[in-house]
């Protein structure tokens, strides 16, 4: 959103690499949009308005590779000047270049070079000046305001949020080994923060820049709002007060059982939206901060939202909606009132399929985990497991342009999510760490059994898919249990843990020694995990895909695969796309996936029927 709620701006998704448009809301070019054109051929990944609605920050992905850059326009749309503004020191390597926030007219960034230690920052994009707030392996920014900044630090899954503010360094929380606090919003420091908002009655915000202070001043409190595990087993909601004489924190929202997966604050420090995870689905809640009432859920559109963004003085709300019959989407609504905005404009298109039902597992020691099942109408030819990413993503009932056809065309599709998802807890997200990681493989498994004892689909006509560690997972649930499987698609997947830590981004590969292991000491538990290693076990014909410019997951991952079972005589192919990254963004190409996932699951369950 805009901070005075007459714009907002978004990617599209329609052709090509996805782009940001600027869409006006009210005004004389109410009703207008404007293509945001940036002198880069690759992906926007986000684009967020400065505090003073002044300038676009965009963050895009050169070809769809990892190493992302910073380009800034301005919010005029006759104005055509596009500007990249992280630099990097002469005679370092460009590394990749990450939007966080903006800390007044400045943007909060962080740059990571090759050697994995991250610099947090402040660049004014008119001179393009930069000051560096932290440097740290492992440090990321969250937030910056008027000299304070919040920079999460720990080891993937034990993260903490520290405050830095005139050279002092200061601990949120109390010390928790296990939790994860890696989310949070600077309130106030002393003074108004960023833009101090009213409200006319007629949904126009009026507001004028705030006080910036001094890096180095040490007066006043902080307060900050924090997504955090710590103290329990569920993300909640916390406040915390750090002064001079000490740090408090207090719980303003949570749900029992349930992760809090995002919030964002208004300006004027009056309104918290607060998105909750239920299972994967969403629940949207409104917080009045001046007296911390959490008003009931407002319904929505979709199954599945994200991306919030609030205007600043709180009377307009933005976020993606989606659905597996609803293409995402931005959505806007009034968050006193609780009405959904009009918005003109084309509605998203694509495939769509009929809403999934939630499915519970009992898996083979016993722990329960959940999954997203989508049924094609009459007798199913087959079923596909899809395997999210992360380890710590999940499987969700959002929009996925591949699952339509395979459903229309009889193909079951379901989306475990194994132990080691996110969204479940603390305890649940840190069941696949390391050598727990062959039980996360047991789940796929089990997860097969689940679909043919209750008559998802016939026994000898599964087939396995995945996305990033899906792809591995897939890779792996078809070496360690090659009876379940009739054929496995493994998009952008690692083969071999020990290969992949030495060609992958070096802050990638450290931020991965928690969950996987470390390739000095844990050498042997990777190579013990690793597929590659058990590629003669590997007997269902196996597709694999890879975007040529993956830094994340090299593509020499899957083209070892590829060779070691080529030389078996197995029955494989690779797709390689040579102008895309790991996340394979072209829509163009995206549509070649899907035509090869069809036909080699299609001949898989054909050649399994006789």
Partial sequence: MSPDATAFAHLVDDGGFPRAVQRFLRGWRASSSRDVELPVHGPVLRVLHSADGHYLACEVAPEGSTRSQIWVVTTDPDDRAAWRIDSWPEGMPEGTAEVIAWDG????????????????????????????????????????????????????????????????EIALLPYDPGSTTDAGVILDDHGPRRLRAGFDGELTELYQPATAYPIDSTEGYVRALVRSENGTTHARLLEVTATADGVAYQVIAERPGFELDEFVVSDDMSTVAILWNIYGASELQILDLTDYTLHEPIPLPGMVASQLSISAGGSMLAMTVEGPSLPPTVELVNPRTREWEPVDREPSLGPISPDPTLERIITRDGLPITGWLFRPRGEPIGAMLFLHGGPEGQGRPGYNEFFPSLVDSGITVFLPNVRGSGGFGRAFM??????????????????????????YAPRDRIACCGWSYGGYLTQAALAFHPDLFAAGISICGMSDLNTWYCTTEPWIAAAAYPKYGHPISDRELLAELSPLQRVESITAPLLLVHGANDTNVPPTESQQMFEALRDLGRTTEYLVFDDDGHEIDKRENRVVLLDAMSRWLHKAFAARRG
């Fill in 430 to 455: 840190h069941a696949d760490d390391r050598e727990r990681r062959f039980a996360a493989i047991d789940d796929v498994a089990d997860s097969v059994l689940f679909l043919a004892e209750n008559g």
């Fill in 105 to 168: 007219n400045r943007v909060a960034a962080i740059l990571t070079g090759e050697d994995g230690v991250g610099s947090s920052v402040l660049i004014d994009p008119a001179d393009g000046s930069t000051v560096v707030l932290d440097r740290r392996s492992g440090g990321r920014l969250v937030d910056a305001w008027a000299g304070s900044a919040l920079v999460r630090v720990g080891p993937r899954g034990y993260r903490e949020l520290i405050l830095l503010r005139g050279g002092t």
